[in-house]
């Protein structure tokens, strides 16, 4: 079955830097990928999805990055800020009928300042 | 105006007992889901229902057992409580079943503890 994991359960900025988080899957029918941010005491909110006839994709101070190749994914945070600080989830999806969205483990994002 | 709500945020019980938590979306999605957090904070998915029809039943015990009254609601309800039921349930909605490339929205979820 599939199996989502990131590289690094936990990943310190400085205010201002860039920051990357790493994700890979096993599934090679994976084709559609997303990111979430959960905040303590919240649900995982949608950041940015990229579909697999992408290689990337940007959205506000966010780059999603797709290498098929090696079922490899990427988060890029611009000008990190505090209020990034959160766990950050990579998920995969094979588009097939009655298969889950598998989520990674997360990484813990700390920003400070 | 909440999208995806659940009900309680926060339950405490004894082992054994029964309990329910409630979920309603208002986005007019198809496709609603309950999800386990761990408290290493591992999501992993238990059912998903498409139009008031179970798609995905994972490998939970049948003491769990969901209904969906209609598809804006997807209640869980859990009898016999386990001590490793504690965990995070979130509740979770989306456009068409398999996410159909649409992401899912979540609600804050229901902390459950079981003393």
């Known amino acids: 079955g599939e199996s989502v994991g990131l590289h690094l359960p936990t990943l310190s900025v400085q205010e201002g830097d860039n920051s990357i988080i790493n994700c890979a899957y096993s599934?090679?029918?994976?084709?559609?990928f997303i990111w979430y941010k959960q905040e303590s005491g919240k649900g995982p909110q949608f950041i940015i999805d990229?579909?697999?006839?992408?290689d990337k994709r940007q959205g506000q101070r966010v780059t999603v990055l797709l290498n098929k190749t090696v079922k490899h994914l990427s988060l890029q945070i611009a000008a990190t800020q505090p209020g990034d600080s959160a766990v950050y989830f990579c998920?995969?999806?094979?588009?097939?009928?009655?298969?889950?969205?598998?989520f990674g483990k997360g990484t813990t994002l700390s920003v400070s300042s | 105006d909440t999208a995806v709500s659940q009900t309680p945020k926060y339950l405490v019980t004894q082992m054994g007992n029964d309990k329910s938590i409630k979920c309603e979306q208002n986005?007019?999605?198809?496709?609603m889901y309950w999800y386990k957090q761990d408290s290493k904070k591992f999501l992993k998915i238990m059912f998903s229902y498409n139009n008031k029809e179970l798609i995905i039943n994972e490998t939970v015990p049948n003491r769990f057992s969901p209904k969906s009254p209609d598809k804006a609601h997807l209640n869980l309800h859990i009898n016999s409580l386990e001590l490793g039921d504690s965990a995070v349930y979130f509740c979770?909605?989306?456009?068409?079943?398999?996410?159909?490339?649409?992401?899912?929205?979540f609600g804050d979820g229901t902390r459950l503890s079981i003393l």
């Open positions: 599934n090679s029918a994976s084709d559609y």
């Open positions: 990229i579909r697999s006839n992408m």
């Open positions: 986005l007019g999605h198809d496709t």
């Open positions: 998920a995969a999806l094979a588009n097939q009928a009655g298969t889950a969205l598998i």
């Open positions: 979770a909605s989306s456009p068409s079943e398999g996410a159909g490339n649409q992401p899912q929205h």
